[in-house]
């Protein structure tokens, strides 16, 4: 292996962070009020340390979520591996923990709001795997823990001294300050309920089983600094035995943001999948809608090529079709993302602000399409 996989395996496999010690399982019907009792990360001064043994991760085309950026992580107990797949999640064992905060930038505190930076993008982390307290404000992290009988979700708000955060089934919210240039917008950043957390984690509707949308082979395929290499965080876990079954290819891994990353289309199909697919699919939660925005799905009506609507009242906007190739401005998909209005906007959950960089991709990809309904 490579000198960096060394370096990384060491830190994976040892008590390496001031804070160290053993990650717990805490059993699913009394999860901890406290996140610093799963031993998965700690507040040390001013950063954020994760411990020995959790890996932190990066996805190609993440979910957006009112600009948050985010910090995922993983860990799974020794000796245990994550089953690799080539079309859906990794098959991750039981006693696997993974985790999701989302943090922005600081700018400033004033009048009881506090003022963050508005930027697409993931949580930054130093080589050492900590993250700086000083420049970011850690609003929710979201965990996903594997026992025999299933996945179960338990939300943490982080507190104001932003030293823990604390369990709450119920959810929260808090008023914050987008900040871009010299624009300001003031939204709701809402944590979802337990509850909630199936509006986008049962993506297969009849099984009704949480289960993580995020780690899937196209998503993982991409280097990830944290590693000191180019390779694919793939091909970094298998190294270190964290994933079994990987031969070394993986479905290509598309950036939606990146436009020298892929062509237009691969890039809008990508969001779509990552931002509505869990839902939309032949299984999911709006599976009546027929409209099926997985990413290896066909580009026929069931897409929303010149597909009407169903059941939509008026978050159709009085547009004709779902997608009318050419005609991003009579498009239900372009109209609905546009919104903030809850019994519009899609996604439904997870979003206050209306995400400008998304509609453009969306739109100028439906802009570039040929035909006529």
């Not at 910090?71 to 039981?94: G, Q």
């Not at 982080?158 to 929260?172: H, V």
């Not at 049962?202 to 196209?218: M, N, Q």
Request: charged share 20%.
């Amino acid at each position: 292996m490579q000198r960096a996989v060394l370096i990384a395996l060491c830190a994976l496999l040892t008590a390496c962070t001031p804070a160290s010690r053993p990650v717990v399982l805490h059993p699913a019907d009394s999860p901890p009020t406290l996140l610093s009792a799963w031993g998965l990360m700690f507040v040390n001064g001013s950063s954020l340390e994760l411990n020995g043994g959790v890996i932190p991760y990066e996805l190609n085309s993440p979910l957006f979520s009112d600009y948050a950026l985010k910090l995922r992580t993983v860990w799974t107990p020794r000796h245990t591996i994550a089953v690799y797949n080539d079309d859906r999640e990794l098959d991750f064992p039981v006693g696997t923990v993974i985790s999701k905060t989302f943090l922005y930038e600081k700018l400033t505190e004033r009048d009881g709001l506090l003022y963050v930076r508005q930027k697409d993008g993931e949580a930054t982390l130093e080589n050492d795997g900590s993250l700086d307290l000083n420049s970011h404000v850690l609003m929710e992290t979201r965990l996903l823990v594997r026992y025999d009988d299933g996945w179960r979700a338990f939300p943490y708000v982080w507190n104001a001294s932003q030293d823990d955060a604390t369990l709450e089934i119920a959810g929260d919210q808090r008023d914050i300050v987008l900040v871009q240039g010299d624009t300001d917008e003031h939204i709701t950043y809402i944590v979802p309920d337990a509850n909630q957390c199936a509006g986008c984690h049962v993506t297969d509707h009849t099984a009704k089983e949480l289960r993580p949308i995020g780690p899937k082979a196209w998503q993982l395929n991409r280097p990830y600094s944290w590693w000191g290499n180019a390779e694919s965080q793939l091909a970094n876990w298998a190294a270190i035995g964290v994933v079994g079954g990987y031969n070394g290819t993986a479905p290509e891994g598309v950036r939606w943001s990146d436009p020298g990353d892929a062509t237009l289309e691969q890039r809008a199909r990508a969001y779509l999948d990552a931002n509505c697919a869990h839902c939309h699919n032949s299984r999911g939660a709006a599976d009546t809608s027929a409209l099926h925005l997985n990413i290896d799905a066909p580009l026929d009506r069931l897409y929303g090529i010149c597909k009407t609507p169903v059941a939509v009242g008026r978050g159709s906007g009085d547009r004709p079709y779902d997608i009318y190739p050419g005609r991003p401005h009579d498009s239900i998909l372009v109209f609905r993302m546009q919104h903030s209005d809850p019994a519009i906007a899609m996604p439904e959950l997870g979003r206050s602000a209306v995400h400008a960089e998304g509609v453009k991709v969306i739109s100028d990809w439906i802009a570039a399409m040929n035909g006529d309904c």
